[in-house]
């Protein structure tokens, strides 16, 4: 007989974690389901020079804080024992390497098929994130350009790039410290869409959750807020960012209108050769496996209020951004999405599983 769980989580990075925290709280009997063989999220898959956006101060999941930086900002291995550490502290059952193709539902009980068997549950939790879902433009001539191409998802260091004239495409906080690193081993363009917009070096990654919180609160209630002076998609300035200010590199050369075999045609018609191109242009949402259960677009968006679905009851989808509550893709901004989503789980196993 299978064991029937009053919740599974698909995926065990920030999100999996943060709901983990509320839903050992709340003594329900749960398992997360983490297809990545150790602990650490999509930061496993960062490249090695990223870093928070916040003091350690204000990036911490529920319950525990993050251990203090040497660093203004905490890099990446920090975070990533931060993450396993808090997952022992808790003792969250995780079971690794178990990767979710799909999920069905019958009878009012979930279906989780993976290659290591199924699991059932009376709720699910999906918290999986963006970061298997690395979104490349279709753009005229991309299937024939010869030179090396990678997303920003599988960047690792700049020392792969070294002689390499290279491209950098997108115009968001990724695209600014790539260009920062790599344009200190070898020639590079950045290439974006608009002009890059930069925030004010005082600003970092806790002062925009608040603006976020307060753009939220101002919307819940009817009211109207300003929050244009702090766009949440401009470039935050972290020592790196600032750094290759100082140098002239964050320069935008414009946008191009396809490629070719050995380089980008720019808007004006004029052709430029490239040995290696880095596209930092975003995500999906790595939802595939919902498919057989409820509708996504072609982002991998589903139709939710908050983080709850709408098109099936039982089911919450936790730490994809502002499309399942506000700030929710970032550790401090997680903490308000996930007591809410195990008190609605809660609530719901109250009505439905008496």
Same mark, same amino acid.
């Given at each position: ?34 297809? *990545? %063989?150790?602990? &650490? ?33 905490? !890099? ?28 069905? $539902? ?9 290659? *290591? ?6 709720? !699910?939790?999906?918290?999986? @994130?963006?970061? #298997?879902?690395?979104?490349? %433009? ?7 350009? +010869? ?6 998802? =599988? ?17 968001? =906080?990724? @695209? ?7 344009? $200190? ?14 925030? %004010? ?9 608040? !603006? ?11 009211? %109207?807020?300003?929050?244009? *002076? ?20 964050? !320069?935008?050369? #414009? ?7 050995? #380089?980008?045609?720019?808007? =004006? &018609? ?13 995500? &999906? ?14 982002? @991998? ?12 009851? #039982? ?17 401090? &901004? ?5 007591? *809410? ?8 196993? +109250?009505?439905?599983?008496?």
């Amino acid at each position: 007989m299978l064991e029937l769980y009053d919740t599974i989580v698909i995926g065990g990075g920030q999100s999996g974690l943060a709901c983990g925290y509320y839903l050992r709280r709340a003594k329900l009997n749960f398992m997360i389901l983490d297809k *990545q %063989p150790v602990s &650490g999220g999509s930061w496993l898959h960062a490249w090695e020079s990223l870093t928070l956006f916040s003091p350690s101060e204000y990036s911490s999941l529920p319950g525990w804080f993050m251990p203090k930086s040497d660093q203004q900002f905490p !890099v990446r291995t920090e975070v990533i024992d931060y993450l396993r550490k808090y997952e022992e502290h808790y003792k969250l059952p995780v079971k690794r390497g178990v990767e979710v193709s799909k999920i069905t $539902k019958e009878a009012g009980i979930f279906q989780v098929y993976t290659a *290591q068997g199924v699991f059932i549950a009376k709720s !699910v939790i999906s918290a999986t @994130g963006t970061w #298997g879902n690395p979104f490349v %433009p279709k753009l005229e001539g991309i299937d024939k350009y +010869k030179g090396f191409q990678i997303h920003s998802a =599988n960047y690792k260091t700049p020392d792969d790039f070294v002689g390499l004239k290279t491209l950098i495409v997108g115009e968001g =906080n990724s @695209g600014a410290q790539i260009v920062a690193e790599v344009s $200190k081993v070898t020639a590079v363009k950045w290439s974006t869409k608009r002009q890059p917009e930069f925030l %004010p070096d005082e600003v970092d990654g806790y002062y925009l959750f608040n !603006v976020a919180s307060a753009k939220y609160k101002a919307e819940k209630e009817g009211k %109207p807020f300003d929050a244009s *002076q702090y766009n949440l998609g401009n470039i935050v300035m972290v020592p790196p960012v600032k750094e290759a200010r100082q140098r002239g590199v964050l !320069v935008s050369a #414009g946008t191009f209108r396809q490629l070719y075999d050995k #380089g980008v045609v720019w808007e =004006n &018609g004029e052709k430029e050769e490239f040995e290696a191109i880095i596209w930092c242009t975003g995500f &999906g949402y790595d939802t595939s496996y919902l498919k057989s259960l409820i509708p996504t677009d072609e982002r @991998g968006i589903a139709n939710t209020t908050e983080s709850k679905s709408l098109d099936t009851d #039982g089911l919450w989808l936790v730490g994809y951004g502002g499309w399942t509550g506000y700030a929710s893709a970032t550790l401090v &901004g997680l903490n308000r999405t996930a007591k *809410q989503t195990v008190q609605e789980i809660l609530e719901f196993l +109250k009505s439905n599983h008496k």
